[in-house]
């Protein structure tokens, strides 16, 4: 049996060192983000539920640490969500404004992974609170002329000569 094995010298020096540890970083970061989504959900499966019951948008995004709670709704929508917060065990130490339309807050809770609440209200309505009149400039955007480009549509060689050894 001839086994021949050919070894390309050149080939580190092909690799984008550092761009390839970036990609090995984000996707370990990513399996462990999104192995403790699942812890979560599996250790506080009724919160989730619960969720799902009143149309929350849960999002789950492997850069971010924690899960993303969205929704859109009214006083009280919010106070059905919040009590299926604490009812699960997580806790903020932030509390809605009075007169605001939006309310956002991390929710912690040991052991686990942090819930970002995003709430926006949809019982809003315009109310003219005074008047005012403002002097304000106006602008445009001008820019220069873009370069002309060759045209050339010859394909550009990007790897190196590949020598092989046996």
Request: one cysteine or more; hydrophobic letters at 35%; aromatic letters at 10%.
């Given at each position: 049996?001839?086994?021949?094995?050919?070894?390309?010298?050149?080939?580190?020096?092909?690799?984008?060192?550092?761009?390839?540890?970036?990609?090995?970083?984000?996707?370990?970061?990513?399996?462990?983000?999104?192995?403790?989504?699942?812890?979560?959900?599996r250790?506080?499966s009724?919160?989730?539920?619960?969720?799902?019951e009143?149309?929350?948008?849960v999002?789950?995004?492997?850069?971010?640490?924690?899960?993303?709670?969205?929704?859109?709704?009214?006083g009280?929508?919010?106070?059905?969500?919040?009590?299926?917060?604490?009812?699960?065990?997580?806790?903020?130490?932030?509390?809605?404004e009075?007169?605001?339309?939006?309310?956002y807050?991390?929710?912690?809770?040991?052991?686990?992974?942090?819930?970002?609440?995003?709430f926006?209200?949809?019982?809003?309505?315009?109310v003219?609170?005074?008047?005012?009149?403002?002097?304000?400039?106006?602008?445009?955007i001008?820019?220069?002329?873009l370069?002309?480009l060759?045209?050339?549509t010859?394909?550009?060689?990007?790897?190196?000569?590949r020598?092989?050894?046996?």
């Amino acid at each position: 049996m001839n086994a021949e094995v050919s070894i390309d010298v050149d080939y580190i020096d092909q690799i984008p060192a550092k761009t390839s540890l970036k990609l090995i970083e984000a996707a370990q970061q990513a399996q462990k983000n999104l192995k403790a989504f699942n812890e979560a959900i599996r250790a506080r499966s009724a919160l989730f539920r619960r969720l799902e019951e009143l149309d929350v948008d849960v999002q789950f995004c492997p850069d971010n640490a924690y899960i993303h709670i969205r929704f859109t709704g009214d006083g009280n929508q919010l106070g059905q969500v919040w009590g299926a917060f604490r009812q699960s065990g997580w806790k903020t130490t932030c509390r809605p404004e009075k007169g605001k339309n939006e309310f956002y807050a991390f929710w912690h809770q040991e052991g686990l992974v942090d819930l970002f609440m995003n709430f926006t209200s949809s019982v809003c309505r315009r109310v003219q609170v005074g008047t005012t009149t403002v002097e304000q400039p106006i602008y445009e955007i001008q820019c220069g002329e873009l370069p002309e480009l060759e045209t050339d549509t010859a394909k550009p060689n990007l790897t190196r000569g590949r020598r092989g050894r046996r």
